[in-house]
């Protein structure tokens, strides 16, 4: 089961981190990934790691503003996000392949956290 947390709301400019943790599957093996849904929108990727965090891609959008690491040993895909605006507010989802790579498509993924808010006000 994939658990994110660390939604809330914040200024625009302002940062918070996320964070997904799995619990009772391999974790260190799965690619990792975020993907957000703003209202009236459908759900986009944002970033994405790989098994052992060698490859990382990451949206246009977000680039030079968020960060996506893990830790396995605490089973934990994170998110940084720095300079955030109020396009950035959505709800924030995280998902795992088990076969460790990266994937931008939302069909690629096997396994999916429930969302956590991130609201960006001016």
């Known amino acids: 089961q994939l658990q994110a947390s660390g939604g809330g709301s914040v200024q625009a400019g302002g940062s918070l981190r996320l964070s997904c943790e799995e619990r009772?599957?391999?974790?260190?093996?799965?690619?990792m990934g975020w993907f957000r849904q703003a209202p009236g929108k459908d759900r986009e990727f944002v970033a994405t790691?790989?098994?052992?965090?060698?490859?990382?891609e990451y949206a246009d959008s977000v680039k030079g503003r968020f960060t996506i690491s893990r830790e396995n040993a605490k089973n934990t895909v994170y998110l940084q996000m720095n300079s955030l605006k109020i396009e950035d507010t959505a709800v924030y989802y995280c998902?795992?392949?088990?076969?460790?790579?990266?994937?931008?498509?939302?069909?690629?993924?096997?396994?999916w956290g429930q969302g956590t808010q991130v609201t960006v006000s001016s």
């Open positions: 009772g599957r391999p974790f260190r093996w799965f690619g």
């Open positions: 790691i790989n098994w052992n965090g060698a490859s990382l």
């Open positions: 998902a795992a392949r088990i076969d460790g790579t990266i994937e931008r498509p939302q069909d690629k993924w096997d396994y």
